[in-house]
């Protein structure tokens, strides 16, 4: 290894590094030299997370090999612009505006506008925006609009038209902050690079923590038939090869389908691939290295002997008959649910005045968060197998890996690092699962963090949906029936299959008063990477069908679909899908909000299509549900401490949501007659050891869940604090009155919720749901036949609001996923599609500023201080708003998602032969109504069901 | 490896760090997760260069085991306190105050003050004092005295009493900045904690990086019968143990001492110990593993196999006749230098009416710098063999290392890390060779970083010295004969002994005008460490003698020894001992700058006395050379950059001296006509592949010839862009002229210097020497016998003074020494003597605060701007000055340094029973005038003779 000296002006003063220059970046040399807010998201200049100055100029450093840095370059990193005890303006800004959500391409955004302040004090919105594209600048959270305001904000300071004062968050005077932007505790961290994420957990453990590397084959099925590691064990560094033999118990992760329909048992997934490679992105051998290099180098050399085997990428090839097994013994289409409401919907929709009826196809949506997968796992000074990750669900691996590992199972310890977000790619226990096998095959501690490329094939996506459905109404305009078959690719693994079939059999039609209804929803094995949880689990998937539907039937009927949507709108009495009343009404409300906007936005495409553009505004109503399913449970802790303080406990996992300011918030609104100020309430969280379970950060659960068990905690605090008159006992007192000064809040969602009955699909199973509104307004280029989102607002009931920046913030995030999804996100499994851009990533330019957001929430009975979640709503159907739109403006129907430019030209071509292009319906094994009459005939019993 | 997590506030914000409760202690910690700004100086809790806040109070964080930090402690670090762009107060008035010398200790100090001012916002000197004991904040450069200065200031600005701008360095508004305290470049880097000393460089080089542990084994002197390592190589991370087998070339450093009576090549030294163990600190195996703690595992499971050997720890002892040669072929006494000035004073003594004899010792310091040895070594992109050390001569591996490494001589380059301090322990290359030799044998980069204790029994020491000598006086106290023996201990290896050798016979009796000399100086091999460059190199051990036997010629001529030394004082036209004339004559007016001291000094000593306390005042005057012998060269470059700066190129090794800043301000000074600004000077220093040779940091060099080079390479440049109208081209014009932009300006002395003649020491190898003279206040304990110095005084000639903070700082530092050398530092070859404690460090309430310069510096004719080096002199005789005072204020004559309060008590009990205690003369081999005889009879044909 032949090194490099170099010297550099590093953030004001001169330091000299030694480099390999054959394979370190700058990004690289500033981060061995502690400077690790510089961030490496996907290691190939798309992200910007990285940006430095260098020579006054933003750069990308981990795109810069060493070797082209100049001898006394200067250099800016975001550890010179700012630091906690004194911020600068783009800093605070951060903070204030809602710039931190996950918080990992902070460092490289604020970089990127000190350059761009630098060069240009008053930028323009279309500045910073043209900046940030320039700059390949990626947030996934934010949605680009809090930035920009962020940005803005900041160069007022700069130019002193503002003070830092201005743009500081201030508690009110009354003291009361709920309902007010509080800012995130874990920001100011963020904001001035001294947060450490995985990446950077695991580059500052102890020496001789192994760096392991993935042996990944890319091949869709196969057959293992052997793994060499004769050479890659030799190799420089290399101290184990880990492979499914090495794994302890019985490498299988134990993640049960849960649902008395279930044809498989839910344990096909191994920890590490032994008798077959299921699909693209499974690993077959884990190198432990002394360096990551060394891990890669040998990974590179480990071969391994395939037998190929037919592979199904979709649905329809999985399910056609004599197709093989893909977990022999497992059919490959292992659960299907059934829902039946009211008459029988052949008869209905005979009878109905209209009826449309369409086949869809969702894509796999990748998460495309800018931080790739990264894991560390060691074991503790209690002897427990400690794994730290990225994981928005704690509980998970507890439940599903100690056989697998051949643990028991109370030896395994989870930990939550700070999370450059996941969207629910994080749900799953497969990550966790390789990292604990080789820290317990090698006895040392170990780090994996995954190269970009290799966490997108390896993370699973939302999975793919096909559906053929029916939709009818009476010649006013009012549904009658709607049947629909709605089929879940879930790719390899069934990891959370029952929760996805569910959420097909709840959300399709949400929002309608619907009196008939047939369906099903169904679950099956492919080739593709699996299906896992991402905002909006599922429902996206039904509205894609259902909300496109909605659409088709107005226009049949010749109604606007805004007033077709207003007259069907559930009112209250009427029930949802499963036979049980939408809990509150307020989607009638909602769409009044959005009607003038829905009326300015028709008369412009109006115009817009009479100058010959191809101008549309598309409309959706939807909603989604707060808590996955019946039953749920939470748990956290309060304990007062001797300075008076309070510290909560809990493992409200943060993804960039806000679990922090979310326990800060309600700790503080909870305790309020102890007067604590916000600096007195401290936070201990996500780390089993330490923290009661409180459920994954999944379903829009936190916000309802953990808030109503702080509550509870709260109270038996306040009550055993309260003295007789009325005042509070210090923590002195507790302790001489020998009164615990600890107390484990509960809330458990048991006594309000029944699970979905299996033969009817009716039931009740989350307390609570949030309601959306969408407009979007489009314009198609009529040459390209791109589409180009100009406006997206959106209406929304979400009970009472908390935090507002946080709700706006998942708010803009939510629209601009939709506008992905809508339009050009799609991940297949292939060596191509492993980069942000490939996968159709948005950068600045490509996504809207105008987005709208009109928060109408009405304070919730049952919920924590009348509040609920709100992310997974804000993204269930904004993208049927957009292809509605497409076919307002074009006339073309998206029956396929995304909508490519050339799906649109095919459509808009073959509309001016006079032809409309329109799928056959999808083969998804047993028919509907064949399907519903078997269950009828054989029902299970519902007094064994319990799930 | 069990591991612990722990979430710690840091400098504000949380953080979550993976710790090894079995081995980390804090400051690992906080070094892994990159703020190494904490330094690890004594790694034992003695020196609080680990300083940080923990919960508000100050700790040694090097001490401080991981798993007794608590969760959610809060912690301050140095890069908490503030940054380059936000100096803290502290930071600034250390910056300006000379706070930083090498800097090492600077952030320690800074967190210490910085929890000081918290607690205490107004402290006195004295409680400064005591705060910097109390919490064992150790400096070695500074003398303490500019640390409470800029303590006081920094809390000046703090209590609002003075701004920032305040105490931060102006350049005067004539733009000369010449003569004025210009703030060290470096100094910015040091007090933010963001300068990378070598073991942070060393743990910042790229992954795959061996470290090496070294096997020491504490002997003084066997053979080695065998080395079993196969344990070791066996274990966890270990990639090779190298040993002498393993060194590619002769495994010796071919340091020649070039003198015609030496009877040693002096190429004795290996590179790692292969045939014997010739001292306590030799290495015979180094191993190199992955992590600096499985390097250390493994070295201590190397098993040596030896054969005892008797060893001499004195001179008298390798001396004995009989004794073994313990480099057999090479005698014990290995070079001796003869001296003979006028007439035989065997003659003259016993004609002059004043006689005194002694016989002294001088014992082995301790250079107690705060940093250990630390050094890298890899191959650079270029195929040289880099070593990146603390060395103070960049040359001199490069002359002496590439046959013993088996490497072309143009193989290998030198730099210079950030350096914590050497004053002098540095100049060698043995820790360079055994870096490059690890490299090489295992075609990787290796970092070895020694502990404390490691590094204190590996590195050279001030070497002691053995003398017998006379000085007589007429009846008016005039000198009349001067003979002396006087013997260096030069230790194990022979490195640098004919320059040390020859400063026997030209530093004793400096300054005074001593008309008839007889003298040798030997030196000898022993079992001891090797003795090595110290501040003063060599005039030390003279001083010792001749300064304490001008005193005692006073009081027996019954004339004040401040008078016997004023009438002595060399005046123009007088020689030195080596019959040339003092360059410049300013001692009598030292002197007379002292003499109202003096007197004040003495009225209090006895006033003391007659209190019945035991209080003295001590004289001496000495002077040291600027460079160390004839025929030296220094080059350095200057090039002028397409912007209009200046880079200037050169290898003045700073070693907290401040070689940047004096680069600095020659170029500015030199470059006047340019008009340039300060920050238009870049400066390249201490890498020998881009910058010319120097020459080393030692023998007061750097000031005067790099001073010299500059100002003719200034001339070059200026000449090169004078136009015919006077006014300078700029780089444009230079291009386009094709005129070189770059010049290489050189200083050679040979014009100027004669060598010592071998058979008479006649000579004038240096072309400036500097002149000082002290005044030393003690109070000895008559109960335990321990001395305090209340004060220390200095007057001194040192040309003109170019930067007054850096000249001070140097003077302060140096009577620190002096105080440590005549009181209590010394080192012993053992395993009690590897820390700052047992070597007998002073830390700040064990010296006095009222240290006092007088500069009386004249503008040198033939010297860069007039001005010369300073350091060295400072340290010359500062220690018998106190001796001096202690038989002042005892009547105990030191005759053996160090003057423990046991010597004290002895010769004072002593002197209670009517003795005095007095060593009977050392046997140093040949006699005096026996060795003066037998050169005469065989002299050296000087013709011959060049070095």
Redesign the interface.
């Known amino acids: 290894?032949?090194?490099?000296?170099l010297?550099l002006v590093i953030?004001?003063?001169?330091?000299?590094?030694?480099?390999?220059?054959a394979?370190?970046t700058l990004a690289d040399v500033i981060r061995?030299?502690?400077?690790?807010g510089t961030k490496i998201g996907c290691g190939t200049g798309q992200c910007g997370a990285c940006s430095v100055i260098l020579d006054g100029k933003v750069v990308r450093s981990c795109v810069r090999k060493i070797?082209s840095i100049a001898e006394?370059s200067d250099i800016i990193t975001i550890?010179?612009i700012?630091?906690?005890?004194?911020l600068h303006p783009i800093q605070q800004a951060w903070i204030t505006y809602g710039g931190v959500q996950c918080g990992f391409c902070s460092p490289g955004f604020i970089v990127s506008v000190y350059g761009l302040l630098k060069e240009n004090p008053s930028p323009t919105r279309e500045e910073v925006r043209d900046w940030f594209t320039k700059h390949r600048n990626a947030c996934r959270c934010t949605g680009w609009k809090p930035l920009v305001d962020a940005t803005l904000q900041a160069a007022a300071v700069l130019r002193g038209e503002k003070t830092m004062a201005d743009i500081t968050y201030k508690v009110p005077a009354d003291g009361n902050t709920f309902g007010t932007p509080v800012p995130r505790?874990?920001a100011?961290?963020k904001v001035?690079g001294?947060?450490?994420f995985g990446r950077d957990?695991g580059e500052?453990?102890?020496?001789?923590t192994l760096h392991l590397a993935i042996v990944q084959p890319g091949v869709n099925h196969a057959k293992i038939k052997s793994i060499d590691f004769s050479e890659a064990e030799k190799m420089?560094?290399v101290v184990k090869v880990i492979t499914a033999k090495d794994v302890k118990g019985t490498n299988r992760i134990m993640f049960p389908v849960g649902h008395p329909r279930a044809k498989t048992d839910g344990f096909e997934h191994p920890i590490i691939a032994d008798e077959k490679l299921f699909r693209y992105g499974d690993i077959v051998a884990v190198v432990a290295a002394?360096?990551?290099?060394?891990a890669r180098a040998a990974a590179k050399a480990v071969k391994v002997e395939l037998e190929p085997l037919p592979y199904y990428m979709t649905v329809p090839e999985a399910l056609t008959p004599g197709a093989m097994e893909i977990h022999p013994g497992r059919p490959n289409e292992y659960l299907r649910m059934p829902l039946v409401k009211g008459e029988d919907t052949r008869d209905v929709l005979s009878k109905s005045e209209y009826v449309v009826e369409g086949s869809f196809f969702s894509g796999s949506q990748p998460h495309l968060v800018i931080e790739p997968d990264t894991v560390?796992a060691?074991?503790?000074?209690d002897?427990l197998v400690?794994v730290?990750s990225k994981t928005l669900a704690l509980i998970m691996p507890l439940l599903t890996l100690p056989p697998g590992l051949g643990i028991e199972g109370d030896k395994l310890r989870m930990?939550e690092?700070?999370t450059g977000a996941s969207f629910g790619s994080s749900v799953g226990p497969a990550t966790c699962a390789i990292a604990a096998a080789c820290t317990i095959a090698t006895?040392?501690?170990v780090t994996l963090t995954m190269n970009y490329e290799e966490s997108t094939w390896w993370l699973g996506k939302r999975a793919e949906s096909y559906s053929n459905a029916r939709l009818g109404c009476d010649k006013d305009g009012k549904i009658t029936g709607f049947e629909y078959e709605l089929a879940f690719n879930k790719g390899a693994y069934s990891e959370m299959a029952d929760l996805l079939t569910a959420t097909g059999i709840r959300f399709p039609g949400f929002g309608y008063n619907i009196p008939n209804v047939r369906a099903f929803s169904s679950i099956s094995y492919t080739n593709e990477t699996y299906g896992t949880a991402y905002r909006a689990y599922g429902c996206v998937q039904g509205y894609t069908m259902s909300e496109s539907l909605v659409d088709m039937l107005a226009a049949k009927a010749g109604i606007d679909p805004f007033e077709f949507r207003y007259k069907n709108a559930a009112l209250p009495g009427e029930t949802n899908i499963n036979s049980v009343p939408y809990k509150v009404y307020p989607h009638q409300r909602l769409l009044d909000t959005l009607r003038p906007h829905y009326e300015a936005a028709k008369a412009r495409a109006e115009a817009g299509r009479k100058e010959g553009r191809l101008t549309g505004v598309g409309i959706t109503i939807s909603g989604y549900n707060v808590t996955g399913g019946p039953d749920t449970i939470a748990a956290v802790a309060l304990e007062l401490n001797a300075d008076g303080t309070v510290t909560h406990f809990n493992t409200w996992e943060d993804q960039g949501q806000g679990g922090d300011v979310g326990t800060l918030m309600f700790t503080h609104e909870a305790l309020k007659p102890l007067g604590l100020t916000l600096d007195q309430i401290?936070l201990?969280q996500n780390?089993t050891k330490t923290c009661p379970h409180t459920g994954p950060a999944g379903a829009n659960q936190q916000q309802y869940m953990a808030g109503m068990a702080t509550i509870n905690a709260a109270g038996q605090l306040l009550d055993a604090m309260r003295k007789d008159d009325g005042s509070y006992r210090t923590y002195e007192e507790m302790v001489a009155g020998e009164i615990p000064t600890k107390y484990v809040g509960v809330h458990d969602t048991t006594p309000m919720t029944t699970a979905l009955d299996p033969n009817t699909g009716a039931g009740d199973p989350t307390p609570q749901y949030n309601y959306m509104a969408f407009l979007a307004e489009v314009e198609v280029d009529p040459e390209t036949y791109k589409t180009k989102v100009n406006s997206m607002k959106m209406s929304y009931d979400i009970g009472r609001v908390m935090n507002p920046i946080s709700v706006e913030g998942q708010a803009y995030g939510s629209l601009t996923h939709s506008i992905g999804f809508a339009l050009n996100e799609e991940y297949t499994d292939d060596k191509d599609h492993g980069s942000l851009i490939k996968c159709g990533f948005l950068f600045a330019n490509d996504v809207t500023d105008d987005l709208e957001l009109f928060d109408v929430s009405k304070e919730r009975e049952v919920a924590p201080f009348g509040s609920i979640g709100c992310c997974e709503g804000f993204q269930s159907s904004g993208h049927v708003a957009i292809t509605n739109a497409i076919f307002n403006a074009t006339g073309v129907r998206i029956y396929d998602m995304p909508a490519s430019p050339e799906k649109i030209k095919a459509g808009a071509e073959a509309l001016k032969a006079g032809k409309e292009l329109k799928p056959d319906p999808y083969f998804l094994g047993q028919d509907l109504h064949g399907f519903l009459d078997e269950v009828a005939a054989n029902p299970i019993n519902t007094d064994d069901f319990t799930a």
Chains 1, 2 share one sequence.
């Open positions: 290894m032949a090194l490099q000296r010297t953030n004001g003063v001169e330091r000299a590094v030694v480099a390999d220059p394979q370190d061995r030299i502690g400077l690790t070797g006394h550890e010179g700012g630091t906690p005890q004194n505790p874990a100011l961290a001035t001294l947060c450490d957990v500052k453990m102890p020496p001789g420089l560094g002394r360096t990551e290099r060394e560390q060691y074991v503790d000074e002897g400690t730290q930990v690092n700070p006895g040392q501690p401290h201990v780390d």
